[in-house]
């Protein structure tokens, strides 16, 4: 698989013939965005350490500095003040003076201090940038190397990869050159070595990641051995390292592609949206944008959301549960969509078994169906606001039957949809994220104003469980939809 951004060239070992033949070129036209140094602190680092002083031992963070500098240990073996990313290297997010120090692979680190790094399986984020490299050398790195305690995190021009006490999970097989940009991911919810998420110059890659050395370990990460470009040996990264960031909770896809992008100085606005969010950016407090109608247990109204649960599942009926969700777009009613989405759902709760059984699919509503009222709905069909029939992309009825058959209403009642994605896991731990992607061009239509909304169903071949989706849902915990976007007046990066 081979992914180009400007002329920046990321080479992935191929894994199925649909990987292999996709190509993302991203136009390099784009009006400035903002800084690379404003688009971190405005996700909310607990660290972030810029690494551009030129003397002294200090490394500088911008966040809570009595508390989150580093020191430059070993300095002798550490060179200060050298060229870090920059617009010579097509990333004018950065300045022309951007510095970053090089480490030698001969002893020389900064030592970090603790007391503030996520510590057991709590999410969390590491980012930030290198050049040069070796596979069995660490950029960053704390905790002791026992009983899941240790996160060590290497990286190279051809493997990136996370070990915890012996399991080292990764990517082998790249083919990266000059300035690379990093995101390592440990999702809410997840405790296993082998559930970290990847991100290479804004691009996902966990899909290629594998077990590279020893077993799976339970993540149970202690704040101490805190290091930047060395673990508690004594070889070192040989290479440069810059713009190094912490955060306590994951960051999404599309949050970590508004990082590159703005170090690229492209025009992207990276939005999050859910009940109560605050989109200063466009002038909402308190969005109140998201409804829903379930279609189970008698209960359909709920626009918008208030605190009503949302079952997604069956607990010993013959009927596939179904949910509608949709978004209220208007403050980005001529927008353009840039890339795919994220629609995230939180699960509160568990009855019955569900495991990998169970499939949970999700929809895009066909457009050239009657609007639907947010009213009282039952097992199998949904109120509508007029008499159009609900019917498939060829005008037909969608036909009659039940769950797990496959029937999705009665004539005349029935959805007409289109597939976007279906998620099946072992295991739905509470607390962790259902996540489905959502094509760029499903969010385009919802930004042009085209798009009733999301059908999300359940098919239970066992008939004996369900999920709980946000029982509260009034906050983040909720439906949230993450998208970057970007003015239409505005030349944006293009897929194709």
Known sequence: MFRRRNARLLRLPCTTAAACGLIWLVCSAAMAGPSYEQAVLDSSPIAYW???????????????P?????????????????AGPGPGDGLPGFDAGNLAPLFGGSG????????????????????GWFNGGDNNQTFFNYGPNSSGKRMSVTASNSRVAVAVSGHNYGINGLSLSGWNHLAIVLPQGQNKSDQFRFFVNGEEISDAATGLAGSTKT?????SAQRIARTQGSATFPGLIDEVAVYDRALGREEILSHYMAAEGQSAQY?????????????????????????????????????????????????????????????????????????????NGKQGTVNAADAFELYQIADENGTFAYGQSSWNHLVQSDTTPWQDLSGNDLPTGTSPAGALGAPGEGYGTVPLDTISQSSYPTGSFVEFNVPQAVVQDMLDGNFPGFLLRHEDEDLAGRLTLNDVRSGANGPTLSLLVAPADVPVPTTG
Do not use: C, H, K
């Not at 810029?50 to 809570?64: F, H, M």
């Not at 580093?70 to 200060?80: S, V």
């Open 50 to 64: 810029r690494l551009g002083e030129t003397t002294g031992v200090t490394a500088a963070s911008l966040i809570d």
């Open 108 to 127: 020389g680190y900064v030592s970090l201090p603790g007391g503030f790094l996520p510590t057991g399986s709590t999410p969390r984020t590491l980012e």
């Open 219 to 223: 993540v149970n990460t202690t704040d």
């Open 271 to 347: 939005f999050s949206l859910y009940q109560t969010a605050d989109l200063p950016e466009l002038e909402i407090s308190n969005y109140a944008g998201v409804n829903n109608v379930r279609l189970n247990d008698g209960v359909g109204l709920n626009s918008p959301m208030t605190n009503e649960q949302l079952f997604v599942g069956d607990a010993g009926n013959n009927v596939g549960n179904r949910a509608l969700v949709d978004f209220d777009m208007t403050a980005l009613a001529g927008w353009q969509a840039i890339g795919d989405a994220t629609l995230r759902f939180r699960v």
């Open 66 to 82: 009595t508390g989150t500098n580093g020191t430059y240990t070993n300095p002798g073996n550490i060179t200060l003040g050298q």
